[in-house]
Antibody, heavy 116, light 107 residues
């Protein structure tokens, strides 16, 4: 069984950055590839980007390009998603999920609130 | 970017009946489509991938069909715990996209 445990809720001011972590465990997740998906309040799901953890190569949604950085630490099996130049429209629940194309295990979600 | 449209937006079904959810793509996604179930306050759960393959542990009452631009999720013998929002997601063309969701309510 795979478990993805995310860092806690964050409150940020507009224009700042946030970094969310996602720690993987389980005997089938030594080299998990991880994607990030977000969900604004009352809205649907938006795919943001992914990282092939074994290679450390990340791909991003064009909509996020330039503001998002996804990194991974092989030693700690932890993936990080950093989003910069935050606006109120970035207020959402951010999920990490295992997989490059489809997502079979999900983290519990991290609430990021952007407010002055 | 492929745009996915889901219909209906809301579906009200009696227990034991069948629910049929549609996902329409702005261009062909072949069979590269997944379905997810999301209940309030929870992360999404993968139900179906490659249009018709059930994910591990998913009951047989969930089935997916179709390819190209029209794909369908069918829930047979609806149960109360199936009340949720269902999303389709394509992974045929970059970037991956989700549909807006169909809310299934139990009468």
């Amino acid at each position: 069984q795979v478990q993805l445990v995310q860092s806690g809720a964050e409150l940020r001011k507009p224009g700042s950055s946030v970094k969310v972590s996602c720690k993987a465990s389980g005997d089938t997740c030594d080299r998990c590839s991880v994607s990030w998906v977000r969900q604004a309040p009352g809205q649907g799901l938006e795919w943001m980007g992914r990282i092939i953890s074994l290679l450390g190569i990340a791909d991003y949604s064009q909509r996020m390009q330039g503001r998002i950085t996804i990194t991974a630490s092989k030693s700690t099996n932890t993936t990080y998603m950093e989003l910069s130049r935050l606006t109120s429209e970035d207020t959402a629940v951010y999920y990490c999920a295992r997989g490059l194309d489809t997502f079979d295990f999900w983290g519990q979600g991290t609430v990021v609130t952007v407010s002055s | 970017e492929i745009v996915l449209t889901q219909s209906p937006a809301t579906l009200s079904v009696s227990p034991g009946e069948r629910a049929t959810l549609a996902c329409r793509a702005s261009q062909s996604v072949s069979s590269n489509l997944a379905w997810y179930q999301q209940k309030p306050g929870q992360a999404p759960r993968l139900l179906i991938f490659d249009a018709s393959i059930r994910a591990t542990g998913i009951p047989a009452r969930f089935s997916g069909s179709g390819s190209g631009t029209v794909l369908t999720l069918t829930i047979n013998s609806l149960q109360s715990e199936d009340s949720a929002v269902y999303y389709c997601q394509q992974y045929n063309n970059w970037p991956w996209t989700f549909g807006p969701g169909t809310k299934v309510e139990i009468k």
